[in-house]
């Protein structure tokens, strides 16, 4: 029990060693654009997206499928798919390092190290001709160059970090011999196996089982809190932001729409689809035969460039300014942003 | 996995009656007569019938064919009629040509194709892709005695650098019997080459877009480590699986390049004792042929739970 403690501190106390730069932002990605580019058509996936992850922080990323959650995130690793996908425009920039311009060999010393990502779906997301322990060794024998046999008693104590119980008989496990649960905990003690200081989670509970999830979840918040690495966190789910997150971030098509603390989002939001999709979100109070608001309309397509603001067909606030010029994310109060021309209005309404 | 062997073996002895049945009636009905060729051009009647007769011909075929198999699960393997000598006699002298053609072709095509496949794979629609996509159409439809030729004609005769014909066993020294086999090694390559590289290339390229492939990039994986650690071991069934049957396809390949260099093989005695209708040697050959298909396809299997862990017998 005792070794038990110590083993895990010492991989607390690893998280906490690097973070010496006083700068409070630890990524600043600017104008992000990325293209899909198909037979016939290029797909703007990412409009100019601009925020900033700071030190130790989760900040939540939420918005429909197709907004560019996943893109944004795969853009940051510089991990889009190299035949269809490129980052067109903008810089992240990470410890005064510009990401999207250093050479393949540097960046692979960031990913897994410093920047590590966890992803939807932990069924296929694991390699299933080589077992767990040696999937997450593998690692640590890339970035800190441990040994192979150190490194699989690396992997044994951070699977006991991830609660997986039995370590060190389950590192000689295959994928195939757990389940999803365990399986997205193998990937978070993958991920979080070289102390990285972000760790990138894309959607990480929405392949699992309600139960699972509520697993999986607390699993990364108190992992986050004891090692005091910075979170971003890819949802669709509402609820998980509010549980999980300190700031977030609401992107639609594309772009980023607004930006506040989480307290700020959920008590005033400001930007009409952020409205709208609050109210979308199931309340028990309402009753059963309460009929979930939809927001009308449907999401413009991203193969046209588009003029204006991105949710102006489907805003009832929408009028001439917003079908001619695209708003900028702009302060509105403290720690809160929305690029919208009537912000004012909307609130009031 | 003991049962799962038992059960191999029941059916690979199954097989391979089936093969000596068919083996015994194709020799049979194919027109010509051993006793003849035997006997000569001026032999009168009354000789191919004592010969006929000798040879025990002239018994109704499933005494013969009892007669075959009682002697072959004894171990025997017959007398050639022809020469008078053993059949196994005969197969051993000409075993170590075709062995060491059969298995440097092996080795050659597979690591020059499965190389070739992974490559085309990791940079689709490039160069090498496109050269693979020419060098494989161009291994499929040319046949081996014109590639054959064609290299003896550009190597050996126009230049001088190889030897155009013929075999040196390795007992003279590696280098001379590595010299004379290198272009019948590379004439008899060049289908295997483009078969495994083609199917290297496919199943690489349905692993590579795996979601655990993208894992292991953000993991910091080198493009080697992906490629040949993650990737190549995730595609290795089907690969492995058509080393196998080009291993047995191999043996119908052997002959024609054993014609075409002039290499005293198992090809060779193969096709003279049909021109001659030696039953006992193109009987043995068959069946041991077979039965060398039946084990490699065996070893195939067993080999894939070295592959893939999720496979179990």
Known sequence: ?349 | MAFYLLRRMVSAIAVMAMVGVFVFLLIRLAPGDPAVVLAGPSATEQMVANIREQLGLNDPLPIQFVHWMRDLLGGDFGTSIFSGRLVLDLLAQRLEPTLSLSLLTLALSVTVGVSFGILAAWRAGGLVDRLLLVFSAFGYSVPVFVIGYFLVYLLAIGTGWLPVQGYAPIGDGLSRWFVHLILPTVTLSVPYIAFVARIARASMLEVLTEDYMRTAAAKGASSYAMLFHHALKNAGVPILTVIGLSFAYLIGGVVLTETVYNIPGVGRLVVDAINNRDYPIIQSVLILTSGLYVLINLAVDLAYTLIDPRIRY
């Open chain 1, 1 to 349: 029990m005792l070794m038990r403690v110590s083993s895990e501190e010492r991989i607390i106390e690893n998280f906490r060693e690097d973070k010496t730069i006083d700068n409070d932002v630890l990524l600043d990605v600017r104008d992000l654009e990325t293209h899909f580019f198909g037979e016939e058509s290029v797909t703007r996936a990412l409009g100019g997206v601009s925020f900033q992850v700071k030190k130790g922080e989760t900040l939540g990323v939420v918005g429909e499928s197709g907004c560019g959650k996943s893109v944004t995130a795969l853009s940051i690793m510089r991990l889009l798919p190299k035949m269809s996908a490129k980052t067109v425009g903008g810089e992240v920039c990470f410890h005064g390092r510009n990401l999207l311009d250093l050479p393949e060999r540097e960046m692979r010393k960031i990913r897994g190290n410093k920047i590590a990502m966890i992803f939807q779906d932990p069924m296929t997301s694991l390699n299933p001709v080589y077992t767990v322990g040696r999937q997450i060794a593998e690692a640590v024998e890339i970035h800190s160059g441990a040994s192979r046999s150190d490194a699989l008693s690396k992997a044994a104590e951070m699977l006991r970090l991830v609660r997986i119980a039995d370590p060190e008989r389950r590192v000689n496990n295959y994928p195939y011999e757990m389940s999803g649960g365990m399986r997205q905990r193998v990937m978070i003690a993958m991920a979080l196996a070289c102390s990285p200081e972000l760790l990138i989670a894309d959607e990480p509970t929405t392949a699992l089982d309600v139960t699972i999830q509520a697993q999986i979840l607390r699993l990364i918040v108190d992992l986050k809190k004891r090692t005091g690495t910075a979170v971003m966190f890819i949802t669709h789910d509402l609820g998980v932001v509010a549980e999980t997150c300190q700031r977030v971030i609401v992107m639609y098509a594309g772009r980023i729409v607004e930006q506040a603390t989480v307290t700020d989002l959920f008590s005033r939001p400001v930007h009409p689809y952020t409205k709208a999709l609050m109210r979308s979100v199931p309340d028990r109070r309402r009753g059963k035969e309460h009929r979930l608001p939809e927001i009308p309309g449907i999401v413009p397509s991203l193969r046209e460039p588009i003029v204006g603001c991105s949710f102006a067909q489907r805003c009832p606030f929408a009028t001439e300014v917003c079908r001619e010029k695209s708003p900028v994310l702009e302060e509105y109060g403290a720690d809160h942003a929305v690029a919208c021309w009537h912000a004012k209005e909307v609130v009031s309404a």
